[in-house]
């Protein structure tokens, strides 16, 4: 056992040293986890410690950790051909197959499939899309991209633009030009409207006709708003905002990177709400994280469009690693697996009845309300609950309290979320977690309120 601390202790030094870590602050990564094993819903870290994972690690591991399938997938494919381009001009199977799986999956208008390696990459070539698509229209002025508040869109610099959280904002401004947000994306919880995802889709539009819809290219959401505080929209909201892309003439791009792949009971997000977007970007669970992979589904309409172009108006968008053979051949063994264990039903079996038991929280003064869909769930906090008043900074000493007990979350800050919402708790356990596990989170959940408040 001492021969493992000295070790691990030498490897955190070494971290400490050499390696930048997302979101980086020392102080944050003062006495990190050393993550060395996961087995189904469990992480284990150097120290010999198990924890539940709680959020898949980064919404990402449908399928959950240590399945031995899409490794021998990865390495069947390695010995066979590991990597070749996938330029226009060459091509490999499982690039070919996996986006024929995909497209066969998604909404019935999609058509095609352009491979990224991340969700970030997979919306900043949506906007090329979209921009592009106007211009291979004859309307080059089509180049605005609309947002919503409190959406998350990834943090490369287009996506940052896009992503409206402004602690991604503050030391990497200014933000790229012709990006534009709406704020609130749904006013869940204000009063004054008699249909809420009515209204909010209606501020959407307000902002499409503010800013002339000939210079509008596309909007991009969330289905569900996920790392703004896992935010479900009113039933009216998709249909009415396809409404208003159709008036307007602008594309409606789903960011699927958190919602595809089952997470919400449904195959992808939207199709709760019968909406077709046209353009839907992916990442995360089409791997369930084992390896990096993501892209961008067009509709027919789009291909069309693309298709026709003469050569001196070719899409001139590329990256070195997309369709990446690997990387699909683990994305198809995936989806195989997803499938074939009906994980997509269970998501919104195993959720409702998740979500019914954390309900049981609202019994304790600090929860104010208890939200999700499938295997996405958050419980927000409160410090007085008769006046519904926001909890700020309690939410972290809760995350540190419930790692304490064995169990890794999410915190979406107050600071982060709409106006009277309070620091929130993110769930997104691995799809197949079991009931009693799921139990357990909710337990650990409940001890580290009352441990902390």
């Known amino acids: 056992m ?32 050393l993550y060395v ?12 410690r198990e924890y539940i994972d709680g959020l898949s690690s980064l919404w990402n591991v449908n399928i959950g950790h240590g399945r031995r399938e899409l490794a021998a997938a990865a390495a069947s494919q390695m010995e ?14 499982p690039a070919i197959r996996l986006a024929e799986r995909i497209v066969g999956l998604a909404y019935d208008n999609m058509a095609a499939v352009y491979f990224t390696t991340a969700g970030a990459e997979a919306n900043e070539s949506a906007f090329k899309f979209a921009r592009y698509h106007w211009k291979r229209l004859g309307q080059p002025n089509k180049v605005k ?34 990006f534009l947000q709406v704020a609130p994306p749904y006013p869940y919880r204000w009063p004054g409207n008699d249909d809420p995802g009515i209204a909010a889709a209606d501020a959407v539009e307000q902002a499409i006709l503010a800013e002339g819809a000939d210079t509008v290219a596309a909007i991009i959401a969330e289905p569900v708003i996920g790392s703004g505080g896992v935010i479900v929209p009113p039933p009216t909201y998709f249909p009415r905002l396809r409404e208003i892309c159709d008036r307007h003439h602008v594309l409606l791009i789903a960011d699927e990177v958190i919602t595809g792949f089952g997470r919400t009971g449904a195959w992808f997000g939207l199709g709760h709400w019968n909406t077709k977007p046209d353009l839907m970007s992916f990442a995360k669970g089409v791997t369930s994280g084992y390896l990096p992979l993501g892209g961008v589904v067009i ?53 409702d009845r998740f979500r019914a038991n954390l309900q049981t929280l609202l019994s304790l003064p600090d929860v104010g309300e208890v939200r999700g869909i499938g295997m996405l769930a958050a419980v927000e906090l409160v410090t007085d609950k008769s006046a519904k008043t926001p909890a700020k900074g309690l939410g972290a000493r809760i995350v540190a309290e419930a790692a304490n007990r064995g169990l890794i979350l999410r915190l979406r800050a107050a600071a982060d979320g709409p ?31 009352q441990a902390v408040t």
């Not at 030094?13 to 944050?28: F, K, N, V, Y």
């Not at 066979?80 to 199977?93: D, K, Q, R, W």
């Not at 009277?420 to 989170?441: F, K, N, V, Y």
């Open 419 to 449: 106006p009277a919402s309070g620091d929130t708790l993110c769930l997104a356990p691995p799809l197949p977690t079991p009931e009693a596990t799921l139990d357990r989170i909710v337990q650990i959940i409940a001890d580290a309120i």
């Open 299 to 351: 509709s027919r309409h789009m291909q069309d469009v693309l298709l026709d172009a003469p050569a001196d108006e070719k899409f001139m968008h590329a990256a070195t690693y997309s369709g990446h053979p690997v990387c699909c051949a683990v994305g198809l063994a995936n989806i195989d697996i997803i499938d074939r264990e009906g994980m997509v039903d269970r998501a919104q079996i195993q959720g």
């Open 80 to 93: 066979t051909l590991a990597y070749a381009s996938a330029y226009a001009g060459f091509t490999n199977e």
């Open 37 to 48: 094993s996961g087995h189904g819903a469990m992480l284990r870290t150097a120290d010999g």
């Open 2 to 33: 001492d021969d493992i601390r000295s070790t691990s202790d030498l490897l955190v030094a070494t971290d400490q040293r050499h390696l930048i870590h997302p979101l980086h602050h020392a102080a944050d990564h003062a006495n990190p986890k």
């Open 145 to 178: 991209i609309v947002s919503r508040r409190y959406g998350y869109h990834g943090v490369t610099l287009a996506a940052m633009s896009a992503t409206s959280l402004p602690n991604y904002h503050k030391m990497f401004g200014p933000l790229v030009p012709e």
